[in-house]
């Protein structure tokens, strides 16, 4: 799997380096102050309406995650 693995790898990373850098499909383009803002007021609106318990599942959803990566 090694030999497939890596090349995959790099190429992904080389392809978000490159569409990111030259801003194709409008990726890494700064976001409008507007939109920002009601980002910001829905994840603030998100984030108070969360019970302890789901609070509890997002941070076991990222620690599991982190374990799968670094598992592989």
């Known amino acids: 799997m090694a030999p497939v693995r890596q090349p995959v790898l790099a190429c ?3 392809v978000c380096l490159l ?3 030259f801003h194709l499909f409008n ?7 507007p ?3 009601v980002l910001k007021v829905f994840d603030r609106n998100a984030s108070a309406g969360r019970s ?3 609070q ?3 941070v076991l959803q990222e ?3 982190v374990w799968l990566v670094l598992g592989h």
Do not use: C, D, F, N
Request: zero cysteines.
């Open 12 to 14: 992904g990373l080389l």
């Open 52 to 54: 302890k318990q789901e």
């Open 35 to 37: 939109r920002r803002e």
């Open 63 to 65: 620690l599991i995650s």
């Open 56 to 58: 509890l599942k997002l």
């Open 19 to 21: 569409v990111e850098r």
């Open 27 to 33: 990726y890494g383009i700064p976001l409008l102050e």
